[in-house]
């Protein structure tokens, strides 16, 4: 089944290593806010154990009254980590069978690029318009997204070489 992807980079101050340990478990309710139509995540549920294990799973409660269920399914430190959504509710959860978020952090010369790659497959008949979605809402959103948690990431870094 072909998906619909779209991939940003940022770059933080730090290792991969140090990239890897703050921005997998960061805190989806302080990076993922309301954008257009596409909804905030306001609350975390049911997490199993910290957000660093694979099988690991957890519920994001999103502003739309909707919910996705995260899985990790890759946690290779300090270079990769994956996770797989489902049961996608409201506009989504008519459109996406699942999707799959992934993170590549590797060294460059002023810190870690941080890749992330989010691919949605559409449910049967419906990969054409989740494309759309893709490529007008959701590529923006993760250009949104992603340069705060990077900004986390060196914030984290400086701090903890200042203490």
Known sequence: MAGSSATTVATAMGTPK???????????????????????????????????????????ILSDGGHVIETITDADSPGYFAYELTDFQKLFGTLVDHARAEWRFDP?????????TYTFFGKPGRGWIVGLIVGLLWTPYMRKVLPPIANEVTRQVAAKGKG
Do not use: C
């Open 18 to 60: 140090e990239a890897y340990d703050i921005a997998g478990p960061v805190d989806p309710t302080k990076f993922y806010p309301k954008s257009g139509v596409l909804p905030a995540v306001v609350e975390v549920r049911n997490q199993t154990g910290t957000w660093d294990t694979v099988g690991h799973t957890r519920m994001l």
């Open 108 to 116: 460059v010369s002023d810190g870690t690029s941080i890749r992330w």
